[in-house]
T-cell receptor, first 114, second 118 residues
Framework: DTGVSQNPRHKITKRGQNVTFRCDPI?????LYWYRQTLGQGPEFLTY????????KSRLLSDRFSAERPKGSFSTLEIQRTEQGDSAMYLC????????????FGPGTRLTVL | AQTVTQSQPEMSVQEAETVTLSCTYD???????LFWYKQPPSRQMILVIR??????QNATENRFSVNFQKAAKSFSLKISDSQLGDTAMYFC???????????????FGKGTHLIIQP
């Protein structure tokens, strides 16, 4: 399968713990996006990378959130000191240079904060 | 900032019927893209259809077509000959391109849960 992959698929943690999610985009897709989707809502944009450069961050991305894409391939999203309000599905998407207006989504990581 | 509104939380139709999902948006941009994405239960989001704002012709993809009314900022999705596999959440989304290439992230509506009854 050469689609976008995300790990883990599910994560249960206790409030106050740190969590890290990984996204592997489709090979040679230079753009990578992170979204958050809460129950009954559409996805909300968090941040965007072009290669290794983080070009845009939403106001939703508080200082407890950090994202990296160190070599322009996979990306990680870390949430520090998790809160119950962080419980959501975290989606990753990627797009190629020549077709930036089509984003290919991964299956998501479902985070539950107890 | 852009907003996308889907006013139908849930719709249910019989198999083989035609169904139309509504979407309105608000933007001050003149050039942008509009999308319909499908999210089946417990499965990942996939692109159904895409419309470029500068194109007057409505996009079509097999059984899926859109009615794009730029002046009214309306972008509805019509599904013809609906099938059981069309059961899913459908999200309308907006994207603003950058002049130098690339684009902002997608702005999504809250979605419409479409149920196709056998």
């Amino acid at each position: 399968d050469t689609g976008v992959s995300q790990n883990p698929r599910h994560k249960i943690t206790k409030r106050g713990q740190n969590v890290t999610f990984r996204c592997d985009p489709i090979s040679e897709h230079n753009r990578l996006y992170w979204y958050r989707q809460t129950l009954g809502q559409g996805p909300e944009f968090l941040t965007y990378f072009q290669n290794e450069a983080q070009l845009e961050k939403s106001r939703l991305l508080s200082d407890r959130f950090s994202a990296e894409r160190p070599k322009g391939s996979f990306s990680t999203l870390e949430i520090q000191r998790t809160e119950q309000g962080d419980s959501a599905m975290y989606l990753c998407a990627s797009s190629p240079q020549h077709l930036y207006n089509e984003q290919f989504f991964g299956p998501g990581t479902r985070l539950t904060v107890l | 900032a852009q907003t996308v509104t889907q006013s139908q939380p849930e719709m249910s139709v019989q198999e083989a019927e035609t169904v139309t999902l509504s979407c309105t948006y608000d933007t001050s941009e003149n050039n942008y893209y509009l999308f319909w994405y499908k999210q089946p239960p417990s499965r990942q989001m996939i692109l159904v259809i895409r419309q470029e704002a500068y194109k007057q012709q409505n996009a079509t993809e097999n059984r899926f077509s859109v009615n794009f009314q730029k002046a009214a900022k309306s972008f509805s999705l019509k599904i013809s000959d609906s099938q059981l596999g069309d059961t899913a959440m459908y999200f309308c989304a907006f994207m603003k391109p950058h002049s130098g290439g690339g684009a902002d992230g997608l702005t999504f509506g809250k979605g419409t849960h479409l149920i196709i009854q056998p």
